[in-house]
């Protein structure tokens, strides 16, 4: 490992310092959603004990010292993704939200009977359902880029199948069930080329890798705070001015119209024309505390010690008999999927829990990735800066003890 002192992060996160079952908690979980540090913890106590009022409202103090603070994190998003404009970051509940209002709005101006929407097959549900259901409402059709047995996606047969009525490109940044690193910059450029916009689902992209999203060129990109250490229920669509510009709203309600009469409702500019109701304010005010931690940190070594993390897990696990790991390409990051013959994942999981363990089972919201290889459900593993090779140890024993207690 580098010179990245993860002892000295773990006392930035008090849920890391608990014990569950008379075990030291060992939170390897961290793609479903990552631990606060005590920064974003401060922030949203602050926010509650201090600064709370309704947004864009009212003229008192309050309310503009909160008006105030929310478009800030507005900003501090945009800074962090490098988006041109704040009119471009649309404040949602989280990933999930993003990609429905996308697939509404989007789908409302754009897609219509006969017209394709294309994703992969190793997405997240959230990047599949609201296309399917876009599909069914508009007569359109759902097309599925393959990944080879290595987890690897098909770029050719992506690239394929990009057709005359194909309306956007869907896909992860990072696999939740893989963590293979997408060559988004490179679909992008092959989309452009046929005239077709790109989604970057980034809820897993946005930790582990540096988001540009002029560099990335792409159209849109979706992810949720709370995996990026900030509070739950907080998210963020980046979308190009003059998409979301075109778009019309999705939901309706206070702060997204201009006026509202009888005769008819006009709608508010970008990004309130897509912030219907009272903002999350203090979760956006989490997040920017959030990006203000990971700024905080040494970039470069972080992501370096995450990266060792990642590929001593993946060694470790491998010495295991009978285990099998999912997703052997490259370049991969910050999830490790495996299987264990014999043993059903979620036995081993409940068993991992008992000695304080937690570890991810199920199909990982990827049902069509889970039935490409062939499985009902994976164990999943995801390291994050705050973890330790000595973790990693302890999960390596234990789950050699779990294969001797279930399969001798
Ligand atoms: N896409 C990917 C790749 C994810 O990992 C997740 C969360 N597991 C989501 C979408 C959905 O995120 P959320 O539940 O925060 O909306």
Redesign the pocket.
Known sequence: MNTFNSTTIRRDFPALQQQVYGKPLIYLDS??TAQKPQCVIDTVNAMHTQWNANVHRAVHYLAVQCTERYEQARETVRRFIHALSAQEIIFTS????AINLLAFSFGERWVGAGDEILVTEAE?H??IVPWQQLCARKGATLKVAPVDDSGRLQTDALAALIGERTRLVCV?HIS?VLGIVNPVKEIVQLAHARGVPVLI?G??GIVHEPVDVQALGCDFYAF?G??LYAPTGI?VLYGKERYLEQMPPWQGGGDMIASVSFAGTTFADLPLKFEAGTANYIGACGLAAAIGYMESLPAAEAHRYEQALADYTVRRLSAIEGLRMYGAATPKTGVVSFTVDGVHPLDAATILDKSGIAIRTGHL?AEPLMRRFGVHGMLRVSPAFYNTPDEIDTLTAALQKVRKMILF
């Open positions: 793609a479903a989280g990933t999930t939200a997240h959230s990047n992860a939740n689902d809820a897993q949720s709370h995996k998210g919201c």
